[in-house]
């Protein structure tokens, strides 16, 4: 009980550790290296560069971003979507506006299949069509954008920026925001261009959260607690390791939760 | 070959292919022109790596015009914070 407690417990301080880390740049930067979460490196705190901005710029100057997809892939590989899980700022907000009290709906499993079309749209082929200033990037719609800096920015001009483009930028966070409200981590699953990106090295990734087969009783405490709505008994139960799904952000809920997550201890019985 | 083989075999070569990419990116320059510069006739440029365009990329730091990457501030002067208009 009290480790179950501990890994939960840890992740939401990894969550709250890496929010104040992650924008407590107070000049010193390096954004030579792209973090695939989403935090905007143009706000003023921040120390890395996020891997779609980069990827719009490139898309729109014609040339391929060797650095940038190097430094995402080899993390993919190594840690899967880990990071969404345990150090995006925007995850921990709508892990916490989950929280609020009122109605709570899931979306159907082919949502998930949105953020797709959004990260090949709107982080390569428009922007590579019509220059990485196009209104047709996903930078222009950003809800991490529009929170870290849209929104500061026109408090800082008492409102006096406010055009279309903040507009839209605010409009999309309120509706995010409400997503998430309602949704577990619905931005995770329907729109995010860095989930997409990362989804599909959950399958290969070195990290595995591990569950015992054996042990497994269907008590069904892992689905209920999965924040991603991915069914990780299903895959318990075939011995395959929970996080091997697209939209898993591999947060372990579903081995904390698990009332027998340790292997069983061979009995030895005399003849 | 079992699953796991095959998802370790995947991993490795993704692997591989992430280490390629970021040796490569190492290795390679863009010619970066300088904003109205033409001295005697001739555009001036400055090569700048990979890991200096994804800089210059968090904040608009270049532009394309036809088939040129051009900066888009003066590189004489520290680059300081700046924030991408997009």
């Known amino acids: 009980m009290l480790k179950h407690f501990s890994i939960a417990a840890h992740r939401r301080a990894v969550q709250y550790a890496s929010l104040i880390l992650l924008h407590s740049s107070w000049g010193p930067e390096f954004k030579w290296l792209c973090n695939p979460v989403l935090s905007c490196h143009s706000c003023v705190l921040a120390w890395f560069a996020c891997p779609v901005g980069v990827f719009i710029h490139y898309s729109g100057y014609h040339l391929f971003p060797f650095m940038a997809l190097g430094m995402t892939l080899l993390l993919g590989v190594l840690i899967g979507r880990l990071l969404c899980g345990w150090v995006c700022p925007f995850g921990l907000l709508q892990d916490l ?15 998930a299949y949105i953020k797709y079309p959004v990260l090949v749209l709107l982080v390569f082929l428009l922007p590579f069509l019509f220059t990485e200033q196009t209104w047709f990037s996903f930078c222009r719609i950003c809800p991490a954008s529009a929170l870290q800096v849209t929104l500061p920015n026109l408090f800082q001009t008492d409102f006096n920026d406010f055009n279309t483009a903040a507009a839209v930028k605010i409009a999309v966070l309120l509706l995010v925001l409400l997503g998430a409200a309602v949704s577990s981590r619905s931005f995770c699953k329907v729109l995010c261009p860095i989930g997409a990106l990362l989804a599909p ?15 497994c009783v269907s008590c069904g405490k892992c689905e209920t607690a999965c924040p991603s709505r991915v069914a990780p008994s299903s895959r318990i139960a075939r011995d395959i390791p929970p996080n091997r799904d697209l939209d898993c952000i591999v947060c ?3 081995q904390t939760t698990c009332p027998h997550p340790k292997p069983r201890e061979k009995t030895v019985t005399n003849p | 070959m079992t699953r796991t083989a095959k998802e370790r075999i995947a991993a490795a070569l993704l692997l591989v292919m ?21 001295e005697f006739g001739l555009l001036t440029f400055t090569p700048i790596s990979d890991l200096d365009l994804v800089i210059d990329a968090t904040f608009s730091g270049v532009e394309r015009k036809g088939d040129r990457l051009y900066t888009t501030y003066d590189r004489s002067e520290p680059r300081g914070k700046r924030s991408c208009p997009t």
């Open chain 2, 18 to 38: 992430a280490l390629v990419l970021l040796l490569s990116g190492g290795m390679r320059s863009y010619k970066v022109y300088d904003r109205g510069g033409e």
């Open chain 1, 97 to 111: 506006l989950y929280r609020l009290p009122g109605p709570k709906v899931e979306l159907p499993a082919w949502t």
């Open chain 1, 252 to 254: 372990h809920e579903c």
């Open chain 1, 201 to 215: 090295l959950n399958f290969i990734s070195l990290w595995k959260i591990r569950v015992p087969t054996q042990n």
